[in-house]
């Protein structure tokens, strides 16, 4: 069964901090895993990450994946309060389609000012 | 622009009435999915579609059906709404399932 962990599950800072969230997954044949963001609506794609080592970057977000110890960090730096929101990754799943997508629990970020 | 419309916004409902909440996608997207998002529970998908009449269950399936008879509609249909599907649903579409998806902006549902 595919499994999805991300740590840790809630996180308060404060403005100007850096954070880094964590994504493991255990998939069988992984292609790629997605990173969103999600504030109070619908989540918003980030990050699609397929290789080991190379830096996803936008801004003050940054992701990289690590594929042999099968976990992914989504890094965000010099934090500001429009950051608050539930961060989720997930690995596109299901056979050769890759159409089913588990989801982990999330990282619900909080950014005082 | 490029979007994924769901509707409606808001459904209250009575238990056992048949409801269908409507996806349309304007980008020729092949993968058509289905969430629901509960509290404590996260985003766990229901179904999804890799192409027109082409689809398969996700984690949580029981008690819905969809259909993808267009590319660009995929509607979730429950045919008879129970208290326990009372949850925020979304649909999503990706180019394909190993890229990212684009999510509508939701459909309360209350089925009371």
């Known amino acids: 069964e595919d499994k999805v962990v991300q740590s840790p599950l809630s996180l308060v800072v404060h403005e100007g901090d850096t954070v880094t969230l964590n994504c493991s997954y255990e998939?069988?044949?992984?292609?790629?895993l997605l990173w969103y963001k999600q504030e109070k609506k619908a989540p918003t794609f980030l990050f699609m990450l397929t290789s080991s080592g190379i830096e996803k970057k936008s801004g003050r977000l940054s992701s990289i994946l690590d594929k042999k110890e099968l976990f992914s960090i989504l890094n965000i730096t010099a934090t500001q309060t429009g950051d608050s929101a539930i961060y989720l990754c997930?690995?596109?799943?299901?056979?050769?389609?890759?159409?089913?997508?588990?989801f982990g629990q999330g990282t619900i970020l909080t950014v005082h000012p | 622009e490029a979007q994924v419309t769901q509707n409606p916004r808001y459904l209250i409902t009575v238990t056992g009435k048949k409801l269908t909440v409507t996806c349309s996608q304007n980008?020729?997207?092949?993968?058509m999915s289905w969430y629901r998002q509960d509290p404590g529970l996260g985003l766990r998908q229901i179904y999804y579609?890799?192409?027109?009449?082409?689809?398969d269950k996700g984690d949580v399936p029981e008690g819905y059906k969809v259909s993808r008879k267009e590319k660009r509609n995929f509607p979730l249909i429950l045919e008879s709404p129970s208290p326990n599907q009372t949850s925020l649903y979304f649909c999503a579409s990706s180019l394909s399932g190993v890229h990212g998806y684009t999510f509508g902006s939701g459909t309360r549902l209350t089925v009371v």
């Open positions: 579609s890799m192409n027109v009449e082409v689809t």
């Open positions: 998939v069988t044949n992984f292609r790629s």
């Open positions: 980008m020729n997207h092949e993968y």
């Open positions: 997930a690995p596109p799943t299901g056979g050769t389609s890759y159409g089913k997508l588990t």
